[in-house]
Structure formats: structure tokens, C-alpha cells
Nanobody, 123 residues
Framework: QVQLVESGGGLVQAGGSLRLSCAAS????????MGWYRQAPGKQRELVAR???????NYDDSMQGRFTISRDNAKNTVYLQMNSLKPEDTAVYYC?????????????????WGQGTQVTVSS
């Protein structure tokens, strides 16, 4: 099993910055991809960014240039640096990890989710 613990959310004024962290722990062979989704009330969940173990990154167009995803493989931690925040960035942010796990029938990849952290950007 893999547990993801998120931190760093909070209340910030428009134009401000926040840094989210998500640390993975547990038993796994490797964590291949880590990333962030967000969901606002009444809105669909959307991908914010993802990063591979080799530091290849992908961003949603609306976040690129303002958000930066990074990871520390030694610490099994993914970060999301959020700059120039806008009220429309207000949402619960969920991190995820795609981890290769050992099972009786062989190694398999599973997706694990963090508990979510609230980001609120005031006008």
C-alpha cells in the first residue's frame, strides 16, 4: 500500500503564491508518475500537472507558466509551486502517484490518491 500526505494549502490573495507538497510512503517497487488534479465545487476534476521519475513534465494549458511541478525521488515527494494565483484556481488539490506494487501474481501498477488540500484565492 501507498499513502500520500498532502500539505501546503491555504488562503491567499490573488497574485500570491503557494507551494503544495505530497509525500509518499509505504511498500512499492517504484513510483513512476506523480501529479496533481484539482476540483472546484460544481466543476469537473481536471489535471493540473504530472511528472515522471525522469522529470518529464506536462501541464494543463491554463496553468503552464504559473505553476511548476517538481519531485524529489529520494524523498518520494512531489511539489506544486503555484504563482500568480487567480480566484479561479480555488479548488481542492489532490496529488496522485502511479506506483508499481508487488503482488502474489506479479508486479502491477496502481494509482494512489492523497487526501486533498484546500486552496482558496481571494479576489
Amino acid at each position: 500500500q501507498v499513502q500520500l500526505v498532502e500539505s501546503g494549502g491555504g488562503l491567499v490573495q490573488a497574485g500570491g503564491s503557494l507551494r503544495l507538497s505530497c509525500a509518499a510512503s509505504g511498500s512499492f517497487v517504484s513510483i513512476n508518475v506523480m501529479g496533481w488534479y484539482r476540483q472546484a465545487p460544481g466543476k469537473q476534476r481536471e489535471l493540473v500537472a504530472r511528472i515522471t521519475s525522469g522529470d518529464s513534465t506536462n501541464y494543463d494549458d491554463s496553468m503552464q507558466g504559473r505553476f511548476t511541478i517538481s519531485r524529489d525521488n529520494a524523498k518520494n515527494t512531489v511539489y506544486l509551486q503555484m504563482n500568480s494565483l487567480k480566484p479561479e484556481d480555488t479548488a481542492v488539490y489532490y496529488c496522485y502517484a502511479d506506483a508499481t506494487m508487488n503482488r502474489d501474481y506479479g508486479a502491477r501498477e496502481y494509482r494512489y490518491w492523497g487526501q486533498g488540500t484546500q486552496v482558496t484565492v481571494s479576489s
